[in-house]
T-cell receptor
């Protein structure tokens, strides 16, 4: 149980284009989902917290117009990197907390998306 | 603000031996949760073990156990009978007890290697 998927797992795009990453909770509903960025050999950096049906809350220093987050349902959140540049190349990870049942105090993570901007 | 400190960047253990990964945290809250996550080379974050602060009993999951010292704000992870598949980066994390939006605060992580 508590499986989170991400799609795509890898994406390569040209500078200036936009890329959308999907995060789905497969066997539970999640009122809250989180988006992280991770550089090699480093810890996870929280980018934003998203709630179903409301605007995401961004961490300080994260450009909300560049990293658009939509949490359209209790099982789906999307992160769109707009006008991507090489410095946006990174590993992006989402996580979700179950709405009810066992594990509501735990975040479960997706497998991550490696973004490379050329 | 809460902080999580993992002071050892790397550790190594012989297969079948026991290793302890240290973690300390700083908080003024009384209601919180502590976690250890494992990130193998695939980079999938895997929950290893969780501990509720109000529970005095140390959490255990098979070969993994914690030594939770609330007064000392210490939360170490012990891996018994280490296996090659335990090689990974391990992150200690803290979460406040209140609210659905309560965030995880991660330590910097420790890279564990297992020698055959």
């Amino acid at each position: 149980g508590a499986v989170v998927s991400q799609h795509p797992s890898r994406v390569i795009c040209k500078s200036g284009t936009s890329v959308k990453i999907e995060c789905r909770s497969l066997d539970f509903q999640a009122t809250t989902m989180f988006w992280y960025r991770q550089f090699p050999k480093q810890s996870l950096m929280l980018m934003a917290t998203s709630n179903e049906g409301s605007k995401a809350t961004y961490e300080q220093g994260v450009e909300k117009d560049k990293f658009l987050i939509n949490h359209a349902s209790l099982t789906l959140s999307t992160l769109t990197v707009t006008s991507a540049h090489p410095e946006d190349s990174s590993f992006y990870i989402c996580s979700a907390r179950p709405l009810a049942g066992v594990g509501t105090d735990t975040q479960y993570f997706g497998p991550g998306t490696r973004l490379t901007v050329l | 603000a809460q902080t999580v400190t993992q002071s050892q960047p790397e550790m190594s253990v012989q297969e079948a031996e026991t290793v302890t990964l240290s973690c300390t945290y700083d908080t003024s809250e009384s209601d919180y949760y502590l976690f250890w996550y494992k990130q193998p080379p695939s980079r999938q974050m895997i929950l290893v073990i969780r501990q509720e602060a109000y529970k005095q009993q140390n959490a255990t999951e098979n070969r993994f156990s914690v030594n939770f010292q609330k007064a000392a704000k210490s939360f170490s992870l012990k891996i018994s009978d280490s296996q090659l598949g335990d090689a990974a980066m391990y992150f200690c994390a803290y979460r406040s007890g209140g609210g659905a939006n309560s965030k995880l605060t991660f330590g910097k992580g420790i890279t564990l290697s297992v020698r055959p």
